[in-house]
């Protein structure tokens, strides 16, 4: 990410023990006027909930041949190609990095179909307008940080220990096991280790 005296970035806040932890990996925010017309962000292989407080953004995937602009709140999942933004005044992003596990008791869909797409959370489900809505009231980043752990409580059932342990693994970097060691490390069969990946 860019940084300038035009352009405050408020950074990655890691989560500590804390409302929210099993759902979230970190929040950051983008506030300010940019001295750039265009920027590409890299896949970083993060699914991120990200609310935007100032006019839609036209980006496209590499490899896409048209524009497309962003929802006022929208997924960006998992991508395996860098997205081209095209940067047209103020920003103001309020972005949330979700853990993998937790995609599906936020969403109710599971995280492999957001895969190199930009969803709006509209689309997804009304609440998210409400949410939006209280963000955007919101005086500073902490607030956006507690207003989305308060929703978290409020909206999701919890997290197993056992798949927050297998987002954790999928997430982090492992040395090549076979299927029925990876299944083993967890107490699961190979099917059963499947169906949860899959989730």
């Known amino acids: 990410m ?16 804390q409302a929210g932890e099993q759902f979230f990996k970190g929040f950051w925010q983008t506030d300010g006027l940019p001295e750039y017309q ?3 962000i890299l896949p970083t292989g993060v699914i991120e909930l ?11 995937r590499e490899g896409q041949g048209s524009y497309a602009c962003t929802p006022k709140c929208f997924v960006s999942g998992i991508s395996d190609k860098p997205v081209q933004l ?15 596990a937790s995609v599906k008791n936020l969403l109710n869909i599971p995280a492999g179909e957001f895969l190199n797409a930009i969803t ?25 940080v507690h207003i989305m752990q308060q929703w978290s409580v409020q909206h999701t059932p919890d997290i197993s220990a056992q798949e927050m342990a297998i987002s954790d693994y999928s997430n982090s970097v492992q040395l ?17 280790l499947h169906r949860k990946m899959q989730a």
């Open 38 to 40: 265009s920027e590409t």
């Open 50 to 60: 990200i609310f935007n407080f100032s006019d839609p953004v036209p980006f496209r």
């Open 86 to 100: 095209d940067i047209q005044g103020q920003q103001v992003f309020f972005g949330v990095q979700l853990h993998p």
């Open 176 to 192: 090549a096991l076979t299927v029925n060691a990876q299944a083993a490390i967890f107490c699961y069969s190979t099917r059963q």
């Open 120 to 144: 709006d959370l509209e689309a997804i489900s009304q609440t998210f307008s409400g949410l939006w809505q209280r963000l955007a009231a919101a005086d500073c980043f902490h607030s956006r």
């Open 2 to 17: 860019h940084e300038d005296a035009a352009f405050g970035h408020e950074g990655l806040l890691e989560l500590g023990l």
